[in-house]
């Protein structure tokens, strides 16, 4: 009850109030704050593009029949190949290929059309340029899928012995974005959230501030709180930033409960905003604290499962991975707004991000000391 | 918890202070009475501040003891941040936020609120004539403004014993005049104020003088006294002199 009564009275209030209006007063970081956001959903979103689509290829057709005219259109369908040229003969599309004016390439034997009409297999071939194996992937099953689909329409008559239908549930589309954009927000809020606190109270330090506010009878936790809780307002601003330019720009989904996401956002900010503190503490200028939280946010976009799924990582990788908060917001991320799941499936996330956030703040409130040593 | 009885405002006993295998101060044994104006005088790099910093909290000493206002240094350093005000010697406000702002921050920082606060921060704009300026940027103030404001800063809570690491370095005559004048009224309402300086006219407004030389204390005394000491004219000169001994002893 007397800790009640004593609320109101608590430096923490003078010290929030007074870095909102230092805040306010600082358009440079203000600006970069809300900027940032703009810019990295650009270069991810549009530049992380997992999923191959309209790969220049050449036709060699040698059968010039209506049915390899009705191949290529089948191909050309499908929306992973853009045919920009038909060649004369297999000199030409290795050049092409060569030069990198082609990546795939559709050839259709001179008999084709004729072993279809007989009742034989008309075989034809594609070649895809599969240096990068992920960009190639998307490119060689789509084509297989394509030839099948076609070779039922042949066969007609009768039902197929097996049908086999994959659905691609919660990104039908199998666009990357979709997949990316809400990564972004982890990722960002990891960036920069780190980064501010991180350099904001070694700022105070070097600005000689920190002295001065220290030999007040502030107590820590209203210090590291003050210092803390304005950011969270910039992470909450961050976040709305993203999901609405991913919405406008790339058609992100938010199928689940949107409050639902800004509640457990909350866990994962504390965790980050901590975490920054917690860096300056163990650095004496700014120019470390950048180059700490640059050194943090590596692993966080490599084995996070940012881009590349963790599964496919060596178990060391994985296992530094889970020592990471981003890991588990991400799945709360595209859980929430891919799937539309709620807490009855991301409860688990949910604990260990509350942890990180309740440990973090403890162990950067202890380590924090009012001393200039 | 009741208020301890004290007569002296500092004891510091065999105070120390070690950087790795630097010495930055060395046994320092002296007493501050209650009320008074305590100068602390010798080279750069003599020890001063590193002084200044054990005796307000912000550094932990490595040897020795030292009470400030009745408390252990050690034990109750928040104790003593309640009573206490400093001034750095570099300029420890927010450039970002007005005079107004600052001294506001910092009267609530120490537990002044509502009406009390607006009384105290009316008193001390008056006292230290920032009238015209309440509205100005910090970071946009002349030297001298800006130790007014951080003078008022410091003493916004009503300390009962002021630390001023030079104050007035850099500051022009008129505005050290003023700052000399808000020291001694400040002294005559009881407060205790230990100050360190490099202008030897203010030296001689001190009541005590202590000089300290790498770290440790060598002459205690009111400026006559230090004068027979030292058999010398000034202050300035006794200065010098123990400059010119400290740098003969090196070589």
Known sequence: MSWLRRLPDLPLWPMLWKELVELRRDRMTLGLMLGIPAIQLALFGYAIQTDVRHLPTVVLDESHSSESRRLVEVFRNSGNFDVVRYVPDRATLRRLIETGQANAALVIPPDFFRDIRRGRTGEAQVIVDAADPLASAAALSSAQLAGSARALELTGAGPPALDLRVRPWYNPGLRSAVYIVPGIIGVLLSLTLVLITSMAIVRERERGTLEQLIVTPIDKTSLVLGKILPFLLIGYVQISVILVLGRLLFRVPILGSLPLLYLLSLAFIVASLALGLLMSTLVRSQVQAMQLSFLFLLPNILLSGFVFPRQAMPEPAQWVGAALPLTYFLTILRGVLLKGVGLGELWPETLVLTGFAVGLVVLSVVRFHKTIE | ?251
């Open chain 2, 1 to 251: 918890m009741s208020e301890p009885a004290w007569t002296d405002a500092v004891v510091a006993e065999h105070l120390r202070k070690t950087f790795g295998t630097l010495v930055a101060v060395d046994d320092i044994t002296m007493t501050i009475a209650r009320g008074e104006v305590f100068g602390f005088l010798g080279p750069n790099g003599s020890g001063k501040t590193t002084t200044i910093r054990m005796l307000c909290g912000l550094m932990t000493p490595s040897g020795g003891t030292a009470t400030v206002v009745g408390y252990d240094v050690r034990r109750d350093a928040e104790r003593i941040r309640r009573r206490i005000g400093y001034m750095s010697q570099k300029f420890g406000l927010y450039d970002d936020l007005t005079v107004m702002e600052n001294m506001r921050f910092y009267a609530s920082i120490y537990g002044l609120h509502g009406a009390a606060r607006r009384a105290r921060l009316a008193e001390l704009v008056a006292e230290l004539g920032l009238g015209d300026r309440v509205d100005q940027l910090a970071g946009t103030l002349s030297g001298g403004w800006k130790q007014r404001l951080a003078l008022a800063c410091a003493v916004a809570h009503r300390p009962a014993m002021l630390f001023l690491d030079e104050p007035t370095a850099g500051v022009d005559p008129a505005s050290r005049r003023i700052f000399w004048q808000r020291i001694h009224a400040l002294a005559g309402q009881g407060t205790t104020i230990l100050v360190t300086t490099h202008y030897m006219d203010e030296a001689e407004q001190c009541g005590r003088l202590a000089f300290l030389s790498r770290g440790h204390l060598i002459a205690v005394g009111t400026v006559p006294e230090i004068l027979a000491q030292f058999h010398q004219p000034t202050i300035e000169d006794v200065f010098i002199e123990l400059q010119r001994r400290d740098e003969g002893a090196v070589v």
